[in-house]
């Protein structure tokens, strides 16, 4: 993918009313959990960006961390609306799942030179237990996901999770690129507080052999 989708008025198509539209932002930089407070202006000019695009949001769901929640939080106050929002341990840091794990992903990624995003995706190749676990949160998360979508059709819902060990592998399984014998790394990377657009067939049996329940898969420009 060479492009982001621009955040404009008219880069946003009306809904069909049998889809749901999941703008799944990556939470933002932050210490200790807590976002940086940069981060949350940024967030909160996105959020106005998107409602000068003419998107309204009628409901959240967020990772329980922190960070997710204010990244939900700060797009809906730019946006100045959001319904309600939920939280799902499906959507989860890998670190609440295992921090032993994480603490050594991150050594060994420092090792190896290398983002510990991305080298996940590796250790997929070559590790049958890690590449099952990442299966699993993949297609948990995208449970989770599909739920919450479904109670909104024809409408648009704002997501908030992690990179590298949840939304990259989440939009995977939504699209059907993965098993638990093959996991490729992912085309795109989402930077922190970037926004994919995923528009999804809630009618769950209406659905296109090819790309799962993804009718499209957009990434917007990252924050400025």
Known sequence: MDHFKPIEKGAF??????ECRILFVRHPEHTENIALVAETVRLIAQGQKLALAGLEIAGAIS??????IAAVYFTKAGMEKGGYTTTDARLADMKAEDPDLVKKLKADAKAAGKEPEDYIFEICQTNENFR????????????ALREFANKFSGKTILSASHGGS???????????????????????????????????NTETFIINIE??????????????
């Open 211 to 224: 790309t799962g329940e993804l009718v499209e898969e957009n990434y917007l420009e990252p924050m400025e």
């Open 132 to 143: 099952k676990m990442m299966f699993r949160r993949g297609t948990e998360g995208a449970a």
């Open 13 to 18: 198509r009306p809904l069909n009313s049998n």
């Open 166 to 200: 949840r939304m990259e592998i989440v939009i995977a399984a939504l699209a059907r690129r993965i098993s638990e014998k093959n996991i490729p790394q992912p085309e795109v990377m989402l930077i922190r507080g970037q926004i994919a657009e995923l528009i999804f």
């Open 63 to 68: 990772s329980p961390a922190d960070r997710a």
